[in-house]
């Protein structure tokens, strides 16, 4: 008896950005090490990277990851 159950291809609706393969799927394809998602529409798997890029630039100046204090001196 298995502990565990795999998951069936997933539910329509259910949109993934496999970066293995560069490719927009419907339900997890690849293993989730691979891919970006769930999103709500295949338009928003579409432009997954995209939007990762935007999110890292947003963070990557967000004052409050660079704040100098007694946990953060440098």
Excluded: I, S
Excluded at 24 to 44: I, K, L, M, N
Excluded at 56 to 71: F, L, M, S, Y
């Amino acid at each position: 008896m298995a502990l565990f159950k795999r998951r069936a291809a997933g539910k329509p609706g259910e949109w993934y950005y496999c970066l293995k393969h560069g490719t927009v799927e419907e339900g997890p394809q690849c293993r989730a090490a691979d891919r970006f998602g769930p999103y709500a529409t295949r338009e928003e798997a579409t432009h997954a990277m995209e939007t990762a890029r935007e999110r890292n630039q947003e963070w990557e100046t967000d004052p409050r990851w660079h704040e100098k204090g007694p946990e953060n001196p440098a």
